[in-house]
């Protein structure tokens, strides 16, 4: 299978979105932050995953002002947190968002978590901001196929992506079949499993067959079975480790390996479960 770094997917709205992203969650000091999106830019990562959770907006857009990059050569995604769900909550967790963003346009607006109660007065607000151009293309986040049926019921716009916690540990493979059948493209969180599945045998062993490190083989499997990544590092020697998978490729049996090492364990909350949380 040939990939590349710079390979993308034309989502269902018709839109072209980088395969492989840079998470930002958790980054926050300012300076650790501004190293981390110079290598990840100077790598040539495009596409850059916040959230207004991850209160680092304002500090995403400070970078793209002085980063000499052009608007269309980066792609943003951001997201409304729980408490900022509902029709007019929505609207205005965008502008917000936007202002510290600096950006006439967001490329890709997430629901981040199924809410139930305000289910769909979020994603009628969500297709308002796209119906006026504000923003790309929209998407959700921790939708199971039950979220989905539900939503479709009453959509005018089709969801473009699902983020979705997805590692070795917990490949969501049924979710990722239901995705395929609906063109929705189906992107990792926690691709690595926020470090957790680095120390299994398996990686180990395969890392010394390809001579590569076990990050690189979990992204690399990843990909191969055609789904959108964004890990997240502030190590700068990470962060080129993890953009450096573009020279190898894992056999059927490596694969399989692989798909061997499904738990089932999660690393964060089930999302009806967050929902019942969602207060926060
Ligand atoms: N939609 C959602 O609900 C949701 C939830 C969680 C995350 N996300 C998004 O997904 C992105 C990635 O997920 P994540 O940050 O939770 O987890 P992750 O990318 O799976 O893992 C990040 C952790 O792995 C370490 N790491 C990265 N590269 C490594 C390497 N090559 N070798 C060893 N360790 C390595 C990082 O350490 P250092 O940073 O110290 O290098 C960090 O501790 C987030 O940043 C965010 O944008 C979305």
Known sequence: MTLSFSDTYRLNNGIEMPKHGFGVYKLTDEKRMRTALETAAEVGYRLFDTASFYHNEKQLGDFFQSSGL?????FVTTKMWNNEQGYDETLRAFEQSQKKLQLDQVDLYLVHWPKQDTFFETWRA??????EGLVRAIGVSNFEAHHLDRLRKNANVLPVIDQVETHPYFPNHLLHRYLEELHIVHQAWSPLGRGSVLKEPTLINLGQKHGKT???IVLRWHLQNDISIIPKSETPARIKENAAIYDFALDDKDMHQLDRLNTGERVSHAPDVMYIRSEV
């Open 70 to 74: 052009n608007r269309n050569d980066f």
């Open 126 to 131: 969500v297709e308002k901001l796209y119906d």
């Open 214 to 216: 076990p990050a690189q």
